[in-house]
Nanobody, 120 residues
Framework: QVQLVESGGGSVQSVGSLRLSCAASGYTYSYYMGWFRQAPGKEREGVAAIDSDGSTSYADSVEGRFTISQDNAKNTLYLQMNSLKPEDTAMYYC???????????????WGQGTQVTVSS
């Protein structure tokens, strides 16, 4: 059973930075992974995703500010978030699947989420 555990969330002021981590366990082969977020009253949206060849995709709203990366040796996915804005406030989730869903929230496995709050 695949398990995903996010960490690194917190409260930060506008234009600050945070780095989220997602520790993955329970599988022995490669999964495609992505980061999603959901603000209160809004639908879950794709933030960033990474393909097996390392190519990345970003939502327009975070392009140039967020960077997704992965350390395969540690089975860990990261999301470096810079120049944070109040509208980035949300619960952030990592997701994994054997199918690459790009930024669509169709991944099979999900973590419990980590809260990011950005104040102005």
């Amino acid at each position: 059973q695949v398990q995903l555990v996010e960490s690194g969330g917190g409260s930060v002021q506008s234009v600050g930075s945070l780095r989220l981590s997602c520790a993955a366990s329970g599988y022995t082969y490669s999964y495609y992974m992505g980061w999603f977020r959901q603000a209160p009253g809004k639908e879950r949206e794709g933030v960033a995703a990474i393909d097996s060849d390392g190519s990345t995709s970003y939502a327009d709203s975070v392009e140039g500010r967020f960077t997704i990366s992965q350390d395969n040796a540690k089975n860990t996915l990261y999301l470096q978030m810079n120049s944070l804005k109040p509208e980035d406030t949300a619960m952030y989730y990592c997701a994994a699947d054997t199918v690459f869903w790009w930024l669509l929230p169709k991944y099979k496995y999900w973590g419990q989420g980590t809260q990011v709050t950005v104040s102005s």
